[in-house]
Nanobody, 128 residues
Framework: QVHLVESGGGLVQAGDSLRLSCVIS????????GGWFRQAPGKEREFVAA????????AYADSVKGRSTISRENAQNTLYLQMNNLKPKDTAVYYC?????????????????????WGPGTQVTVSS
């Protein structure tokens, strides 16, 4: 069984930064693709960022590219999402997720269907 728990969300002002964390409880360490998704009220869940099991590959949604960084600490089984220059449109529930290791494909890791384990989410609210 794999369990994920996000933390680090909160209420911030436009232009502020946040670092989201995701602690993964599992028998293995770092043997998964990691991803972050978000879902805003009235909108579909959307891809935010992904990282390969060894951190060698990353992918970002155009909406956050250049102001967000995904990282991982495999020894701690933790994923991170650093978000800078937050905007009101970033307001959403953010979910971390893991996917089985496969040959890296940006197209595939952007799909929520690729991921088999999900956290309960953490709320990020950006005030204007």
């Amino acid at each position: 069984q794999v369990h994920l728990v996000e933390s680090g969300g909160g209420l911030v002002q436009a232009g502020d930064s946040l670092r989201l964390s995701c602690v993964i409880s599992t028998r293995t360490l770092g043997l998964y693709t990691g991803g972050w998704f978000r879902q805003a009220p009235g909108k579909e869940r959307e891809f935010v960022a992904a990282i390969s099991w060894n951190g060698g590959d990353t992918a970002y949604a155009d909406s956050v590219k250049g102001r967000s960084t995904i990282s991982r600490e495999n020894a701690q089984n933790t994923l991170y999402l650093q978000m800078n220059n937050l905007k009101p449109k970033d307001t959403a529930v953010y979910y971390c997720a893991t996917a089985p290791i496969r040959p890296w494909s940006t197209r595939m890791v952007m799909s929520s269907n690729e991921y088999n384990y999900w956290g309960p989410g953490t709320q990020v609210t950006v005030s204007s």
